[in-house]
């Protein structure tokens, strides 16, 4: 009798198959979530780098002034200010400074020439996206709806 015990407590099995299934199916699906979430956190930091919230107004005093009107800070080495599609960045006078390094929410920035056909691109690495843009732009051909008068 207790060699038959032992033989049916050594070679019963039955429950073995599902154990291992369900262990099986628990690491396909923690590993499942696994790449998921590496995926979305590597899409977050990508959107780490967006364009920055800014808003730009021509002034309604004169055309050789750029109002910083909200939102973030421009940092010089960051930006291209174009006029006519001339790069005017170290041309320009932010708050009476021609060296400046910062464009804040505020201040204005100043040209000596007029500004008819302006645009701003902001540079990220690779990538350049025009971030304001004032007039008939030649390269992007487009023409911006854009206040005149400052906040």
């Avoid at 009798?1 to 299934?21: C, E, I, K, Y």
């Avoid at 099986?24 to 919230?53: D, R, S, Y």
């Avoid at 009476?96 to 464009?103: A, F, M, R, S, Y």
Wanted: negative net charge.
């Amino acid at each position: 009798m207790r060699q038959d015990l032992q033989r049916s407590f050594m070679h019963n099995d039955d429950a073995v198959t599902p154990v291992v299934t369900s262990v099986l199916l628990l690491l396909m699906v923690i590993g499942c979530c696994a790449t998921i979430g590496v995926i979305v956190f590597h899409q977050m930091n990508a959107e780490e780098t967006t364009v920055p919230n800014v808003r730009i107004q021509t002034s309604a005093e004169s055309t050789h002034y750029l109002y910083h009107a909200g939102g973030e800070s421009l940092f010089r080495n960051g930006i291209s200010i174009y006029n006519l599609d001339n790069d005017i960045t170290h041309r320009t006078i932010v708050a009476g400074n021609k060296d400046w390094t910062v464009w804040k929410s505020g201040e204005y920035l100043y040209s000596e020439q007029t500004l008819s056909d302006v645009y701003i691109l902001w540079h990220n690495g690779e990538k350049e996206q025009i971030i304001y843009q004032y007039g008939v732009n030649r390269k992007t051909g487009v023409t911006p709806i854009t206040d005149v008068i400052p906040d």
